[in-house]
């Protein structure tokens, strides 16, 4: 051994030897630094780092592994590529001769897990644990760097993790001298892919859980063709480049797989990215967002039908029976598992009773399975991410379901996922893009491809009758591209059905298409979103025998007995039903994919949760609460005649979810939207709050809500009264009137609660004592006073008015309709009371009796009155406006709940005519009202 070896220490070491066109490429690898390669000549060692040595060509192999073999005092040789006959070396020479040029081979010694210490002089980065925590490092930061940039261009994660690992890789700061060396040297590849791979098993099993098979049975023919079409054009349109431009590509070694596998990866449509991007431009429960889903989920399906038959035909083998074999078995493999895991599952959800965790046996258990699945489907001849997918599709999604996502979501999402999009970018060399025949191709059929698919989207769109631009939104939405695709190509990478270029090609074009989709689709669809033309957008302008359509928002369970209490006292009937969209807000903390779920109350499904509570963690309190939810409303909508309920979840980020909410009412018509107030009422009388996102929300719909709005501020209303079948609840109503037009919208919710026969109101209305001759007095129905009443010529034009006078004329044509409508009905009286100023006001609040147990109020925004004047010096919570703030304060001696009213008033293209005033100065106010509300 010479100096050099000697004073490097070189006792145990690898060579692999490699020929390749005549020439034998030599690398040596030693315990001490696997970085550091050497080429050697006879009697002579140089050190060159990164890079083989390449033997002249007139060294035969024995000669070159002997000089290798006494150089290094080598106890093992690695030799990939035909076989080296006669070679005499003292160390063995294992053959291997399974591998192609193409193939990148990295000996290293498996001791060198963890360092020493530096004070032994061992280098961090030379051990593979040290090195794989600082490579997890990286990406992790840098993905999320990304994803807090770009995610207020609203694109989705997908996007900010591919491109972090494109960054990290070759294509940019693999430029820099010495960095893939260092950061991500070849032989750390192993370690960093086996923990991708097992985070991307894991991953898929969780995708597959989330799909609902008795769903997929429902979907409608207009999905189905959608999904069709979609699928089947782009894979014509490849052919058809391919017959025109593929001739001279170098990638046709497998012409089968290397289409099959480029089709599938032009045709797929990525799920859970696409319901991400339709929440964040929120067109999840559009029409146009449930089709998408829909057609989404189908086409994921065929995609992995067609990944199998790719998979079959990427072998090695030219033969047509392996292909069938494999397909065959992949088959038997997804029915055993339906008719074995999926009872079982059952069986184990069966054995949980309500309300208790799942046992931790079953769920390691499922974690078990998941990589015998994988194996299994593995060694069948597909690959190991099919196996784990069909095992989440055949298990039920119920409590069993749910605690696995609990378990796995956070770690696996968070932390085993951009590992393995981060081996995604270290794949990726944009320098690699050269050959213009390969590059041309893709390019052209990805174009083509995209562009085909959203022409027949569309075109099958309007055969269904879909309007032509939400068609073209549909059509974008189609080619949102994700984990499906990256998967395609990386397995095709994996088996060499595609070289380096063809695959860095298709990735880039994958992140460009999907960050496109966005603005493309908010481009398209924000043309067609218009506010739709509907009149009644207000209690006061709906007729007495007409439909009343409500929104209530739901947190959590304790808001259920107060909501349907207030809607039991709206009087539903089948003279004048309610509909009711009830839905549950869920925060959007980045775990659970953004979904608007509407649930079906009269056909189950097969994720419903069976069996157990199972109340651990978060997911499972929210899918208990929403079960809750749709029991309490099933419930009540089979008790109450008139009322029909359809309960969804709205997952989405309190920063958006108002538009959520708003865009809910709108496309329902709604013409009240019920929200619970940010604070709750303690045992001891106090309120407080509970989340201040709410409160932030709460403001956010006041503002941008298209309908009325009320606040309903719960202090035991549900808990007052209780429904039964045999007798309706009894209630006692209150509303304080000051004037104005949310009063004025109170006042007509008052007027249909006052035909239920359940219901005591009483109406208060406070007249300032200088305004009026009347006097403090109580009327009964039947006897009313005209004292401000116009009737005939008398009554004036609004031309002739002031603002407070139209005002206040309003408000006795409002007072006076309602007097009238309730002339006959002994459970309601009015009150009228003289005060001079605020203060009286609220004396007069304070003095009422306690029998009592929901106000009704109206919020007074925008109005100014003499008779509230100082009331809000002290507001706590303007929201409520001055009369709602002093009945919710945790000082007011009466703890009742309290609704508050805000009329809708009308802006931009939803405006109607404004509530409340007439629509042209030559009609009198009490002619435009009755024809407006007496009709």
């Not at 060294?59 to 290798?68: F, Y």
């Not at 081979?105 to 210490?117: L, R």
């Not at 010495?178 to 032989?187: A, C, Q, S």
């Not at 597959?208 to 023919?221: E, F, I, N, S």
Request: hydrophobic share 45%; net charge neutral.
């Amino acid at each position: 051994m010479d100096k050099f070896s000697k004073r490097n220490k070189i006792s145990r070491a690898t060579v692999v030897v490699r020929r390749h066109f005549g020439c034998y490429f030599v690398n040596v690898h030693h315990e001490k630094n696997e970085n550091l390669a050497h080429f050697f000549v006879p009697k002579k060692v140089f050190p060159c780092r990164g890079r083989p040595w390449q033997s002249p060509r007139h060294m035969d192999s024995g000669e070159v592994l002997r000089n290798a073999t006494d150089t290094f005092n080598l106890k093992k040789v690695l030799h990939v590529g035909r076989s080296l006959a006669g070679m005499s070396s003292k160390a063995p020479v294992v053959q291997d001769t399974s591998y192609d040029a193409r193939t990148i081979i990295v000996c290293y010694s498996p001791t060198m897990t963890t360092t020493n210490g530096i004070w032994t002089g061992d280098r961090m980065l030379d051990y593979s644990l040290p090195l794989f925590i600082l490579q997890a490092i990286m990406i992790i930061v840098i993905t999320r760097t990304l994803y807090i940039v770009i995610r207020r261009f609203r694109q989705p994660r997908f996007v900010a993790e591919v491109i972090g690992g494109i960054i990290l890789g070759p294509s940019l700061l693999g430029m820099i001298p010495n960095y893939m060396l260092l950061i991500f040297p070849t032989r750390s590849f192993s370690v960093l892919n086996t923990m991708a791979s097992l985070g991307l098993l894991y991953f898929i099993f969780l995708v597959g859980l989330q799909v609902d098979l008795p769903a997929v049975r429902k979907v409608g023919k207009q999905a189905w063709a959608v999904t069709s079409a979609g699928v089947m054009l782009p894979i014509i349109v490849e052919l058809m480049v391919f017959l025109v431009l593929g001739r001279g590509l170098k990638e046709k070694e497998n012409v089968e797989a290397y289409l099959i596998f480029i089709g599938v990866s032009l045709s797929v449509t990525a799920y859970p990215v696409l319901t991400r991007i339709l929440a964040e431009i929120k067109l999840l429960h559009t029409e146009t967002g449930k089709l998408a889903m829909s057609a989404a989920i189908l086409n994921n399906g065929i995609a992995w039908v067609l990944l199998a038959i790719a998979l079959a035909l990427a072998g090695t083998n030219r033969s047509y029976i392996a292909p069938i074999g494999i397909i065959f078995s992949a088959v038997i493999f997804v029915i055993f598992l339906y008719f074995t895991v999926r009872p079982a599952a059952f069986w184990i959800m069966s054995q949980t009773k309500e309300g208790e965790a799942v046992d931790e046996t079953y769920i390691v258990g499922m974690l078990v399975l998941v990589l015998v699945c994988g194996v299994i489907s593995d060694t069948l001849g597909i690959h190991a991410v099919f196996g784990a997918f069909a095992l989440g599709v055949v298990t039920p999604n119920g409590c069993l379901g749910a605690v696995l996502i609990e378990k796995l979501e956070d770690f696996n999402s968070g932390f085993m996922m951009p590992l393995y999009f981060a081996m995604i970018g270290l794949n990726v060399d944009a320098t690699s893009i050269r050959d213009p025949s390969i590059f041309g191709f893709l390019i052209v059929v990805i174009l083509l491809g995209g562009v085909a698919k959203v022409g027949v989207v569309v075109l099958v769109s309007m055969f269904y009758a879909v309007p032509t631009r939400e068609g073209l939104s549909l059509g974008i939405l189609m080619n949102t591209k994700g984990l499906m695709e990256i998967i395609v190509l990386d397995i095709a990478l994996d088996k060499k059905v595609l070289y380096t270029q063809s695959y860095s090609t298709m990735v880039l074009m994958s992140v460009l298409m999907t960050a496109l989709v966005t603005p493309l689709t908010m481009m398209v669809h924000g043309q067609t979103r218009r506010f739709k033309p509907y009149k009644r957008r207000t209690l006061q302008k709906g007729r007495p025998d007409a439909e009343l359509r409500m929104v209530t928002c739901i947190h959590t369970t304790r808001n259920i007995p107060s909501i349907i209490s207030l809607l039991d006292i709206s009087n539903p009937s089948k003279n004048s039903p309610i509909f009711v969209y009830a839905a549950h807000l869920v925060e959007l903390t980045g775990r659970e994919s953004a979904m608007l779920i509407v649930h079906d109350n009269n056909q189950g499904t097969g994720k419903r949760n069976v069996g157990g509570g199972g109340g651990q963690g978060n997911l499972n309190r929210v899918k208990a609460q929403s079960d809750q939810i749709v029991k309490a409303f099933d419930n009540y909508e089979q008790y109450a005649g008139g009322v029909s309920v359809q309960p969804a979840t709205v997952v989405s980020a309190y920063s958006t979810m108002h538009e959520d909410v708003c865009n809910i009412a709108e496309d329902k018509h709604a013409a009240l939207l019920i929200i619970p107030f940010h604070k709750q009422h303690t045992v001891d009388g106090d309120m407080e709050t509970t989340n201040p996102e709410i409160h932030t929300l709460n403001q956010k719909i006041l503002a941008n809500a298209p309908c009325s709005v009320g606040i309903l501020v719960d202090r035991g209303l549900g808990g007052s009264a209780r429904i039964s079948a045999a007798q309706h609840s009894s209630h006692n109503i209150v509303l304080l009137f000051i004037g104005g037009p949310d009063d004025r919208e109170a006042l007509a919710y008052i007027a249909r609660m006052s035909d239920h026969p359940g219901v005591s109101i009483t109406v208060i209305r406070f007249i300032e004592t200088n305004s009026s001759k009347s006097k403090s007095q109580s009327h009964k129905p039947h006897s009313h006073s005209h004292s401000h009443s116009h009737s005939g010529s008398q009554t004036p034009h609004v031309s002739t008015l002031s603002e407070s006078e139209k005002e206040r004329f309003y408000d006795d044509e409002c007072i006076k309709e309602f007097r009238v409508r309730t002339m006959s009905n002994e459970s309601v009286t009015y009150v009228e009371k003289l005060v001079k100023n605020g203060e009286e006001t609220v004396t007069i609040i304070r003095s009422m009796d306690k029998i009592h147990d929901l106000y009704v109020v109206g919020r007074g925004e925008g109005s100014e009155s003499i008779l509230t004047e100082g009331l809000t010096d002290w507001t706590e919570s303007p929201d409520l406006g001055p009369i709602g703030d002093l009945l919710a304060s945790s000082d007011f001696t009466l703890t009742v709940s309290v609704l508050v009213i805000q009329q809708y008033k009308g802006s931009g293209p939803a405006a109607d005519a404004a509530p409340g005033s007439p629509p042209s100065d030559t009609f009198s106010v009490s002619q435009y009202l009755s024809r407006a509300n007496i009709r």
